[in-house]
């Protein structure tokens, strides 16, 4: 991993107050790395095609383009001393081409291997971390075949694109093969086996290109594919948090990671821990580090791409972290005065849409699975 000096052409080793980073993406992720950037006393540009986008709304200033715009990035990367990501679709080879005006700790390799399924299975698989089995597929005929070694239940997934189930079909019998695209549309996907599991769950690890640090491991509830509601710390045993902690730090090891990385975990009734994807950046489930934990995952992340020493963040609570959707926000906007023990962020978004990730609330408390009954009986979820 070059340091942020050889990257700049021996300008410094660390980035200061005053100094510029730049995310490409503006969403919540961004808005949230921006604050503890600012708190610092960074100052945050953001490339993103929404005009006052949730990161522009509290960052320095915004250049209004799409993610994939060349001159952008460049003219991003020239305004910048340091260029970060909130999401994992941003194209590499854009990001490669402006390494010689502006750091990216973060590399690209990182991305490349987290945006494409095969890439990222075999990375986790050669640093000895079990997912689940899996073979890639690109017609129906490699289907079939991979079906004989792998069985049924089984995910047919697409390798590039996929999010929140998007791009996913489960087959559960030989009757669900009708829904798999034909033959010449068949995208390159892979074949993974349905995996058992008695929960999911997922780790934060966060780097500085030479130290790492975890975050404990926590319980994420979906609904309709997207996350509704963390649970932190999880109910595990020291067996389980300790597989955890010890994958996460050998794929961060792997990646000489600097910044934030997320594993998406299954946790099955035996005790297994096997790893689903990663998500180059801080995640939805560590959202409840920002009251529960002394350095939250977006501070991490800041701190691990400025070539910061890192701290070891502690929790200093358990908590609960749940969703606010576009469905969410009367109900939560109401209720919230009568709730001073929850802590309400609100993204910004102009544009309220059903499933939209507009907000989060989290709670802290004695015990989460107590907490999270007690959010679930204000009904403001039941949608
Ligand atoms: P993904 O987009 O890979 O995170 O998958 C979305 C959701 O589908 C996961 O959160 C799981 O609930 C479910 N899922 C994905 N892959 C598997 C699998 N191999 N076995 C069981 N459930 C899965």
Not at 11 to 17: V, W
Not at 276 to 302: K, V, W
Not at 313 to 328: D, E, F, T
């Amino acid at each position: 991993m070059p340091s942020l000096s050889e990257e700049t052409g021996g300008a410094r080793e660390r980035l200061l107050p005053g100094d510029v980073i730049g995310i490409v993406g503006g969403g919540q992720l961004g808005r949230m790395m921006a604050l503890s950037a600012k708190y610092m006393g960074l100052r945050v540009g953001v490339l993103d095609p929404t005009e006052d986008c949730p990161t522009a709304q509290v960052g320095d200033f915004q250049i209004v383009a799409d993610y994939d715009d060349k001159e952008a990035i460049r003219e991003l990367a020239e305004r910048s001393d340091v260029l970060t990501y909130e999401f994992e679709n941003v194209d590499a080879d854009a990001l490669d081409a402006v390494r010689d005006i502006v750091a990216i700790p973060q590399g690209t390799d990182l991305l490349r291997v987290t945006q494409n399924r095969i890439a990222e299975k075999t990375f986790i698989n050669e640093h000895g971390i079990e997912t689940a089995p899996w073979r890639a597929v690109n017609s129906r005929e490699e289907l079939d075949a991979a079906l004989e070694e792998i069985g049924f239940p089984a995910v047919l997934k697409t390798c590039e694109g996929g999010y929140d189930g998007h791009g996913q079909i489960v087959l559960r019998e030989p009757a669900d093969l009708a829904d798999v695209w034909p033959d010449d549309a068949f995208p390159p996907a892979i074949l993974e086996g349905f995996v058992n599991f008695a929960f999911e769950a997922s780790i934060l690890v966060s780097g500085n290109g030479k130290d790492y640090r975890t975050f404990p491991i926590v319980h994420n509830i979906h609904r309709n594919n997207i996350l509704h509601m963390t649970l932190a710390p999880a109910k595990v045993s020291e067996n389980v948090a300790r597989t955890a902690h010890e994958l996460a730090i050998e794929l961060a090891r792997g990646f000489e990671l600097a910044g934030t990385l997320a594993i998406e975990l299954f946790v099955t009734p035996e005790g297994k821990v096997i790893v689903n994807e990663l998500a180059p950046r801080p995640h939805n489930s560590g959202h409840y580090t920002i009251e529960a934990c002394d350095f939250d995952q977006f501070d991490m992340h800041i701190l691990g791409i400025c070539g910061w020493s890192l701290p070891q963040p502690k929790l200093l609570s358990p908590a609960v972290m749940v969703n606010v959707l576009g469905q969410h926000v009367e109900p939560t906007r109401a209720a919230a005065p009568e709730h001073p023990e929850w802590h309400v962020h609100d993204y910004g978004k102009a544009v309220v849409k059903h499933n939209r990730k507009m907000g989060h609330i989290t709670v802290l408390c004695d015990d989460p699975a107590c907490a999270a009954e007690l959010l679930e009986a204000t009904h403001c979820w039941d949608e």
